[in-house]
């Protein structure tokens, strides 16, 4: 005949080994404690303006709301008004063009300044501090700042290509041929030093016994960036990339400070368009489903990243 005993939590074993000790509920009450106030700002903060944006979307919601608050359902309305229009188009290949344009001259500027300033060299740190003005200093200072620099008669660098014998007449911001390229220089110009820091960040924790091996094995600096460097600077690549596309694709204050969406909306994009027909055409069920599609992309953006980080992982 055989027995079983009961091993009391915290107790140990026959066998020996100590039985596991049961959660007691002041514990969890405690880890709820520490997560519910996170919890509670999600659900306020974004969850709540989320769910109201998407409601707001299938709405004629109008300034009258606001007093009568009367907002009744119009179906898909507003939806097929924004498709419709051939501004959403244009806004739209605006936004990717603006998007990859920024974030590949940023993480290519950025790349090679971190690499140049991972080797040493008088006065590297009070360098590397200066380029850090552009990031420091606020969106809106910076697009007046470069508005005036890149006016087409009284501008900084029209008035130096004209010292130099160049043309010195240039429609930077005036020309819709021109006005999105420059857009894009003048945020590649602010975001370098972010992707600068980040990159530098990453290249110090690689190890040197690497590079040392490389040296032994007689590779190229070429080829010593490219199979060592790059592979071991992966995982800091991508979310420099996923931080900038997240910062960038939504971007709004420096272009109204530089050209408002204009000229003739040459620089027009999702979310410029949503500022526009939620508060100059005060069409708030247009914006709200605006809204809704620069949030849709950044929402499959972050899921085929999730996919590839599991990809990796595996």
């Known amino acids: 005949m ?3 005993t009961v091993t009391a939590p915290g107790t140990v074993s026959e066998a020996g080994t100590p039985a ?6 002041g514990n969890r009450a405690a880890r709820w404690g520490f997560v519910a ?6 659900l306020l903060f974004f969850g709540y303006p989320l769910v109201r944006n998407v ?6 919601y109008t300034p009258r709301t606001f007093f009568t608050g009367e907002a009744p359902l119009n179906g898909f309305d507003n939806w097929s008004a924004v498709f419709r229009d051939a501004l959403f188009g244009k806004a739209l290949w605006h936004t990717f063009a603006f998007t990859a344009g920024s974030l590949l001259g940023q993480f290519c500027a950025g790349l090679a300044l971190a690499v140049f300033f991972s080797r040493r060299f008088p006065l590297n740190g009070v360098l590397r501090s200066l380029i850090l003005l552009p990031w420091l200093v606020p969106m809106v200072v910076s697009g007046i700042v470069w508005r005036r620099i890149l006016d087409q008669d ?3 660098l029209n008035s130096f290509l004209d010292t130099l014998g160049l043309d010195g007449h240039t429609p930077w911001l005036t020309s819709p041929h021109m006005a999105l390229l420059s857009v894009i220089l003048v945020n590649v110009w602010i975001g370098i030093p ?14 040197r016994e690497l590079y040392e091996a490389a040296a032994l094995d007689g590779a190229s600096a070429w080829r010593t960036f490219r199979s060592v460097t790059l592979p071991m600077l992966r995982p800091v690549i991508t979310v420099v990339l996923v931080l900038g596309f997240m910062s960038t694709v939504k971007l709004l204050d420096l272009i109204l400070a530089l050209t408002d969406g204009g000229p003739a909306d040459a620089t027009q994009t999702l979310g410029t368009l949503t500022y526009q027909n939620s508060f100059v055409r005060l069409d708030f069920g247009a914006g709200a489903v605006v809204g809704n599609v620069l949030i849709l992309i950044s929402a499959v953006f972050a899921v085929f990243y999730l996919r590839a980080n599991r990809t990796e992982g595996k």
Do not use: C, D, K, W
């Not at 972010?194 to 530098?200: C, D, K, P, S």
């Open 2 to 4: 055989t027995t079983s």
């Open 154 to 156: 009284t501008g900084v």
């Open 194 to 207: 972010f992707n600068m820091v980040i990159l530098y960040g990453g290249l110090q924790e690689l190890p």
């Open 55 to 60: 409601v707001m979307s299938f709405q004629h």
């Open 20 to 25: 596991p000790a049961r959660p007691r509920r």
């Open 37 to 42: 106030p996170a919890v509670l700002f999600m």
